[in-house]
């Protein structure tokens, strides 16, 4: 059994964990955060356990610690990657689910939350702007006008991508039909 003193501990550990995961600059495996998150739902029952999921925690820590100095663009093609292997947002996703330019007002809504919380003191960040495509459990700013600012390079770099991959699949439609390339 665990003592309340380890218990305590665990859940600051785990607590900062999973805000650093949800805001995470580093791609982390789908496999790895459900892991951890099993073990936010269900505390672990021996002291063998609780070390297992304390290193974990320092590590995922450490990561981002080491993260926090590279560079825009790293950061940039960090959280695309984070979006494609934590979210599950692939480029089929998004070529089935965003309808142009859903993507764009996205990235619009997190570059306008930096500007406002480099201009202002007391932003809230609860407050959904009115250009944000989704539904409100999807907007997720963070307290990091940086970090916010990452979010919506890698939204344009997404919607970029699935712009190209519509031109070229429309040009290989074209070439198909025996009409006019670009």
Not at 100 to 129: F, H, K, M, W
Request: aromatic share 8%; net charge negative; charged share 25%.
């Amino acid at each position: 059994m665990i003592d309340n003193k380890k218990l305590e501990e665990y859940t600051r550990l785990s607590q900062t964990a999973i805000s650093f995961l949800d805001r995470a600059n580093i791609p982390l495996p789908r496999g790895l955060y459900a892991y951890f998150c099993a073990y936010v739902m269900e505390p672990p029952t021996g002291l063998s356990e609780l070390h297992d999921i304390e290193e974990m925690a320092r590590e995922l820590l450490a990561a981002r610690a080491a993260n926090s100095s590279a560079s825009a663009i790293g950061l940039i093609a960090a959280e695309r990657r984070r979006q494609i292997e934590v979210e599950g947002f692939t480029s089929e996703h998004d070529d089935e689910e965003h309808w142009s330019p859903s993507l764009t007002n996205a990235a619009q809504a997190y570059a306008g939350i930096a500007v406002l919380q480099e201009r202002y003191a007391d932003v809230d960040l609860s407050c959904i702007p009115a250009c944000w495509p989704w539904d409100a459990k999807w907007w997720k700013p963070s307290t990091d006008p940086v970090r916010n600012r990452v979010k919506a390079a890698a939204l344009i770099a997404a919607d970029i991508d699935r712009l190209q991959r519509a031109k070229a699949e429309a040009r290989a439609k074209q070439r198909g039909t025996g009409g006019r390339s670009e």
